[in-house]
């Protein structure tokens, strides 16, 4: 037996003593880090969604303005479709301040027997796209052929690798990451896919648009502002020139989720602040209550030839110890009741959630180990002091 | 090792119509002869304890000095003096003092632990439970103790060390006839063996183990 192993024995010897440290160090760890990592996932989502509209403007039919924000596709992942002239393209991708311009075609899937599922199919050009694009080669490195889909990370991948769409199966070609938005419900699929889809819908009476006109409509164009060009003024410009379109600046679209979070990240962070504070306080006066009641154990050690210098280590040892295992289970069960019900969480918020990377994680479970052990040993460091400058002799004394 | 005391006192805050302090123990000098067993008797709150600690440099002092070897106890830092107290001392302090998530033999050997590994001591620990009588609880824990073998485990981890000088608080409290003498009877071959005992006890028995013994009244110390 080592002095250096009094701290753990002294822990195991009463337990219902170091269980009560325990539990307000797991609160304390429980709380900093669960608000942490919601916190770290909203922004990771919000992230994602700019990421996913990649676009500076999207360009909708005139009529379909108010289908088209971050709340509808992108976030709430809700069926839509409508259709706008083909030749808008060119007439966009000739006005000044235009970089890139790049078609979307979409259209939904129904909840019957013609379909496995009901979802929105969206279709993209891969030679133009720079918004699906950059995502989709995450995931797949191949060329998307006539007839192929991609799913999104939260469409069930069936063990034959399709999916029935109008009486036709279609041969899914890979899974994409996951994107905290309501992408991961959708389907993708190249301009010639979600063709032969309208034409497969349309043969079962469900028309999405004119079979006349079909490959010749388009739902929306995502548009990239030249560097050095105000968005607002090519916005004005495409409206003007090309009628009976809405240019939606995305910017406009993500504002009101930032504002959001913003707010949600404030309250979270007062909260977890207001925890941490009183659970400081509950374990300032715990320790103390402990180290009162323990004078006369303390008091023996100095007789038998601590120095005051040995029992504060010990007081700060046992803190330690407790507080780390406290700590490290706090974090475990933030862990356990955010991460399997993350989707849950999504819904109930309403704003885009993304788990944050691996490497991201390890930073925050670190920091937040530190910031609760620290915290914890703060709050004994007074009662540990106190301690160390005992009255050996009279503690004995009165028994 | 000569333990000496010169001119010291202890005073301790407690108003009363007359005064605001309470003289526990009133300026004197003190030896503790080697080989000996020095007894100090005296009723209950006469100083004889706040006088034990004082020696042992437990307490503070409010004057004088207490000389080891010449050695002033009080002006040695605070690792100094509890490392000394460590090595060359072994207290028997009054009442229940047993380190409660500690077996029997866990709490003979914690003075041990304190600046070393006890790997080397186990074997002495036993023999030291079994002076005492206690050597069947060795694993036992301080809540299956009786207040009496608490106070053998106590005599028993004073030991562990080979201390120089042994400061007794009452350490027949809490024990039967047969015990008390067992215990005297120890601390007295402890004496003859050339170390310095001090004992502080109302215990009557303890007489005929003492070579020297003295009274204490009211913080004053008198040779009887």
Redesign the interface.
Known sequence: MKFSSLPVLNILGKKSRSASLFVFSLILSLSIFGGALILSSLRTGLKSLEMRLGADIVVVPYEARTKVSADTILNQGNRTFFYMPKSNLDKISAIEGVEKASPQVYMCSMNAGCCSVSLQLIGFDPESDFTIQPWVEKSFKGKLSDGDILIGSKVTLSSNRKLKFFDREWNIAAQLSETGTGLDNAVFANMNTIHLLMEAADKIGWSFADKKYSDKMISTIMVKVMDGYDIDNVASLIQRKVRKTQAVKTKSMTSGIAQSLSGLSKIIAILTAIVWFLCLLILIVISNLIIGERKKEFAVLRIMGASQKKLRHLVMAESFVLNTFGSLSGIALAFLFIVPFHNLIKSAMGLPFLLPSFLWMIILVLACLVISILTGCASSSFAAHKIAQIDAGIIVREG | MILKAENISKKYYRPTKNASHFEAVKPLDFILEEGKVTEITGRSGSGK??LL??L?G???LNSGKVLLDDQDLYSLT??QL??????K?G?I???Q??????TVL?NV???V??????KNYEEKAKKLLSLVGIENLADSKMSELSGGEMRRMAIA?ALILDPDIIFA?EPTDDLDDENTKAVLALLQKIAQSGKSVLLVTHESMAEQYADTIYRMDSGKLDKK
Do not use: C, W
């Open positions: 304890s706040t600690y004082m042992a437990l307490l503070k605070d690792d509890s490392l000394l107290r460590n090595q001392f207290v302090p009054q009442g003092t047993g380190l409660f998530a500690l866990e050997l914690a003075p632990a304190i600046y070393g590994d006890t981890r608080d």
